[in-house]
């Protein structure tokens, strides 16, 4: 895995410096806010991210940008609760899962109006996922209770992203930009407890996103 992620760090580099040194017209170095909401996954509730943007604009119209970003999902508080003739079982979960997307999008940008466009991105991204969701399980009979604390662990995944930005410009060389997106799993990564697979997760979700921009 380390090995996966330092050649995938290695391949992007030069793509980032390359679109970071165009020249002034065609570079643009964008910060956004998202906001997630998960449509079909019922272990997310919420998540929020921030992502940079390095982008060359080939033509007018056309672009490709290489993209990082930081975000977190926050997982449903679930409380799992069992009892039987023998004794009871119960399962707390709860807690937050880290993302950091690195990628590459494919620009294309309409012109609306003076200083007003209207972008359309479609791309992938690799996420690296450091979990922080929690399970506590009480199990209890005649005899004695057993508790046990555990990070859920989940895989790596590669996310499939598509939005549509509009932009208006502020200044000379800053623009507004705002808009919405949509993520889908290219693979569903698998949830781990204690060395078990307990089963898939996603993280689809639709986004709504604000930022500015910069040309230089």
Not at 124 to 150: C, K, P
Not at 174 to 183: D, F, N, R
Request: hydrophobic letters at 50%; glycine letters at 10%; proline letters at 3%.
């Amino acid at each position: 895995m380390k090995a996966t992620r330092l050649s995938l760090a290695l391949a992007l580099a030069p793509i980032l410096i390359a679109a970071l040194t165009q020249p002034a017209a065609n570079a643009e170095l964008a910060a956004r806010v998202h906001g997630l909401c998960p449509v079909e996954d019922r272990d997310w509730s919420a998540g929020a991210a921030v992502e940079l943007q390095a982008r060359h604009w080939n033509s007018e119209n056309m672009g490709v940008a290489c993209s990082l970003g930081f975000g977190t999902m926050t997982a449903v508080d679930e409380l799992i609760e069992e009892n039987d003739a023998f004794g009871s079982l119960s399962v707390a979960v709860g807690g937050e899962t880290a993302l950091v997307p690195v990628g590459l999008s494919a620009l294309l940008r309409g012109g609306l109006g003076p200083d007003i466009a209207l972008v359309a991105e479609a791309g992938l991204r690799y996420v690296f996922i450091d979990s922080a969701v929690i399970a506590n399980v009480t199990a209890e009979d005649a005899h004695e209770i057993a508790y046990v604390s555990e990070e859920i662990q989940i895989d790596d995944t590669v996310l499939a992203v598509i939005g549509f930005t509009l932009t208006a410009g502020l200044a000379e060389g800053v623009t507004l930009e705002a808009g919405v997106g949509y993520q889908v799993d290219m693979r569903k990564p698998h949830e781990w407890f204690l060395g078990e697979d307990v089963g898939p997760t996603s993280f689809q979700a639709a986004s709504g996103h604000f930022g500015l921009a910069w040309a230089f």
